[in-house]
């Protein structure tokens, strides 16, 4: 089973899961998705990653398959295949996805939080390749990490390594979901970044974003946009909260010492827009003999990332 040259991979997300069956080399064979049924229980949910699961196996013998890949959302015991609560995936209350999904098919399965996993897709397929000691942060909705320290995923002692985006770096800073204030992600992610934009919105009431979005509408994406297209206003709502990124990964460098960082979405759709401010705060806050080996760089894996994140579970053995 552990040469067998297929595997499962299992994306579970709170408006989408996926399901797809792999080779070894990352190459997709079949792929099925759906919006996420959350609203209907936990229940519901994993019925319809059976029913992908079954599908995607379709004319495939299960003495190929070398096991099932689930990335998920934490918090999670990685170890015990359960997943705890998810903000994303309401009365998911100590589900145990590894006992079903080898109920259901018979198949060994392993569960990770979806920064490592995707961590272990950006370093074995994307911009983490050739690395040793490497941080993959997401930077979208939320703020997480993952870290690969070694050549190997560190967890921590209870799955909880790599939660760089609450990590404070703003005192009485502006309040996180998580319960704290001053957390990176209540200062950098996509939510926070249009939320700074509706504070100063009276500043700057010509800026492009304002004649694309309400107040109320305003996203993120919106802001990269009219950044792209040279709006000034935008520009700085960016290269704010960039600054406060990288102070977040000045601070990992410091604690880790990594040779590179590699950022997910919106250093991905933007690029040196947030690139250049970020790396300005890291030579501020990072000693010279930190960041003189260390590169911060996009990830390159887009939507084949969620693809890649679940079937990496099993290509480190």
Request: aromatic share 6%; glycine share 12%.
């Amino acid at each position: 089973m552990a040469d067998a040259p297929y595997i499962v991979g299992v994306d579970i997300g709170g408006t989408k899961v996926a399901c797809v069956l792999a080779d070894a080399e990352g190459r997709i064979l079949a792929r099925r998705w759906q919006p996420t049924r959350a609203s209907e229980g936990w229940q519901a949910v994993v019925q319809q990653l059976f029913e992908m699961t079954e599908q995607v196996l379709a004319g495939t013998l299960l003495s190929q398959v070398r096991g099932i890949g689930v990335s998920c959302g934490g918090p999670l015991d990685s170890q015990r295949g359960i997943v705890y609560s998810p903000p994303n995936l309401p009365g998911w209350d100590a589900v145990p996805v590894k006992q079903l999904f080898e109920e259901r098919f018979g198949l060994p399965t392993r569960l990770e939080n979806d920064a490592n996993a995707t961590a272990l897709a950006e370093h074995r397929f994307g911009a983490g390749q050739g690395t040793r000691n490497m941080v993959f942060m997401t930077w979208g909705t939320g703020i997480g990490g993952g870290l690969i320290l070694d050549g190997k995923l560190y967890r921590g002692t209870n799955d909880l390594a790599g939660e760089i985006g609450h990590t404070t770096v703003l005192l009485d800073g502006p309040a996180c979901g998580c319960g704290k204030r001053g957390c990176l992600e209540s200062l950098a992610s996509g939510p926070s970044i249009a939320r700074r934009a509706r504070e100063l919105a009276n500043e700057s009431p010509e800026s492009l974003v304002w004649q694309r979005a309400t107040p109320d509408e305003v996203t993120a994406q919106h802001i990269v946009e009219a950044a792209q297209d040279g709006d000034t206003f935008a520009r700085f709502v960016l290269s704010e909260a960039a600054t406060y990124m990288g102070i977040g990964i000045a601070n990992v460098a410091q604690i880790l010492n990594p040779e590179r960082v590699v950022l997910g979405t919106i250093a991905v759709k933007a690029g040196e827009l947030v690139l250049e401010p970020l790396r300005r705060a890291l030579a501020v806050h990072a000693w010279q003999r930190v960041r003189g080996v260390l590169q911060v760089v996009p990830a390159k894996l887009g939507d084949r990332a969620q693809d890649l994140a679940a079937i990496c579970l099993w290509l480190d053995d």
